[in-house]
């Protein structure tokens, strides 16, 4: 893998503050906060910084390899890219060149339904290779999830921590709520950011008009369909997530579990795994972190099924951190739309390089030949 010039040397906070330059201030807002007072954002990174790593000396680390497997496909490393709507407001055709960096680096990458790239589109880029995911509650899910499966993806994500539409009240103060309408504040802040409008929205005026949501029924453009509540607001409890296992012949993965029980009826439902997450703090400001919820569910559920999590992962050493603790890999939502906003695939390319070269350093300095030697034993908390 090789990054651009532009972010090869920098660290995943200086790509981020690039991002935070070239976007639209709504926009960047819109990708990098949590919720209400951002407390389980905050919490998500601190639960992280509350665990260290205790190396083991004089182990032969000179051969030593990132690779796992998951669903008996191979991964360059543990890591996958996190569903996150709305990317191709980030760059043109932005979920395209996710996912067309995620499958050169040799790992998974998650279509948001709520996306601008089809199904279709990402299939023909990750030669059927990817995952999709899907909202239960929303009313076209079997229509998705079959046309998911028409082009090729077997492995299909349920999201199930948002019963009710978030309340984030700054997307809608700045402007930036999807459907977008924008307000004073964002079209002063869109005058000021002439390259990305030109870049993203100029664009795809040439191409065929205003993004859309090219998954929805009608495709609508960004200025019309698709509010959260439509979405989310439909059926959402275990009978649901069965009527889709039921239909659905390929993978199953349920994303947004925080207890154990949950991941044991999940399994026992079907799910071929699940994501202990909380929605990168964009929830419920009050959730406990991931990663200090990630060794119970570990416990109920993790001998028979792979567990991921997710959630402020922001180096490799974050994973190995994951892994300990008994998940099977991590997946990261902000950091690779920081890459992509900073300098698009090369940008997405460069963010991974960091978190597989961090990763194997973090291995060797731990005294760790692969992935598979991480354990409860490598951490303590402090
Ligand atoms: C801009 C943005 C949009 C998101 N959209 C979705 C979504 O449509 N579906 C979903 O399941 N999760 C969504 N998420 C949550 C991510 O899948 C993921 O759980 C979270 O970003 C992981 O935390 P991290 O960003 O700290 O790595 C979104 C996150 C962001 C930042």
């Known amino acids: 893998m090789a990054g651009s010039g532009l972010v090869r040397s920098l660290t995943l906070p200086e790509i981020r503050e690039k991002a935070r330059r070239r976007l639209p201030r709504g926009l960047f807002e819109f990708i990098d906060r949590g919720i209400d007072g951002e407390t389980a954002l905050t919490n998500n990174a601190a639960a992280f910084s509350r665990l260290r790593l205790r190396p083991r000396v004089l182990v032969d680390v000179s051969q030593r390899t990132t690779a796992t497997t998951l669903f008996g496909r191979s991964l ?204 990168g703090g964009r929830n419920l400001d009050t959730s406990v972190a991931p990663l200090d919820a990630l060794a119970s569910v570990v416990e109920a559920a993790g001998a028979d099924m792979p567990i991921l999590v997710d959630g402020a992962v922001r180096s490799g050493g974050d994973v190995l951190k994951a892994l300990a603790l008994g998940a099977s890999a991590a997946m990261i939502g902000r950091p690779t739309l920081f890459g992509l906003a900073a300098a698009g695939e090369a940008g997405v390319t460069g963010v991974l390089d960091l978190y597989a070269e961090e990763l194997d350093y973090a291995l060797a300095m731990s005294g760790l030949p692969s992935v598979d030697h991480a354990g409860p034993d490598l951490v303590v908390r402090t």
Not at 82 to 93: E, F, I, K, W, Y
Not at 108 to 134: D, Y
Not at 153 to 179: H, I, K, Q, S
């Open 76 to 279: 360059s490393l543990p890591l996958a890219i996190s569903p996150t709507g709305a990317a191709g407001l980030v760059h043109h055709r932005g979920e395209a060149v996710l996912a067309r960096a995620a499958h050169r680096a040799g790992i998974p990458f998650t279509l948001a339904t709520r996306s601008l790239s089809s199904i279709e589109e990402i299939a023909a880029v990750t030669e059927g290779n990817f995952w999709f995911q899907l909202y239960p509650s929303s009313p076209d899910a079997f229509s998705l999830m079959d046309r998911a499966a028409s082009a090729g993806c077997d492995v299909l994500m349920v999201t199930v921590d948002t019963p009710v539409a978030p309340l984030r009240r700054y997307n809608a103060r700045n402007g930036f709520a999807l459907p977008f309408r924008a307000n004073r504040r964002a079209l002063f802040d869109l005058l000021f950011h002439p390259r990305w409008c030109a870049s993203v929205i100029g664009r795809a005026l040439l191409d065929e008009g205003l993004p859309r949501f090219e998954n929805l029924p009608g495709r609508p453009r960004i200025t019309e369909g698709a509010p959260a509540s439509e979405m989310l607001e439909g059926r959402l409890d275990w009978e649901r997530l069965q009527l889709l296992r039921d239909r659905w012949r390929g993978r199953l993965i349920v994303k947004g579990i925080l207890r154990g029980e949950d991941a044991v009826r999940a399994r026992d439902a079907g799910a071929d795994a699940v994501v202990v997450s909380n929605h």
